[in-house]
């Protein structure tokens, strides 16, 4: 799988975005976030994550409609594991 192109339901700002897990999501401006209208008030609260609720939100429903679709990641098992000693 590879990234898929969504746009911001609430300032139509468009994203790549590859949802790995309901914990893991990589998402990749297509613009600088300073385009985002809702991240200058986010910093202005003192909030310095590069994170938009709005766009969160959007992310979340089109997982739910299956629009965007996780990604599945075949992990390594036997002598392939990677070993950290």
Do not use: N, Y
């Amino acid at each position: 799988m590879t990234m898929q192109p969504l746009t911001c339901e609430e300032c139509g700002i468009g994203v790549l975005v590859e949802k790995f897990s309901p914990a893991h999501t990589s998402i990749q401006w297509e613009s600088d976030t300073s385009w985002c209208p809702l991240m200058p008030e986010q910093l202005s609260l003192g909030d310095h994550r590069r994170e938009c609720a709005a766009l969160r939100s959007t992310i979340d429903r089109a997982v739910a409609s299956l629009e965007l679709s996780e990604t599945r990641i075949e992990l390594p098992v036997g002598p392939d594991l990677p070993r950290l000693h």
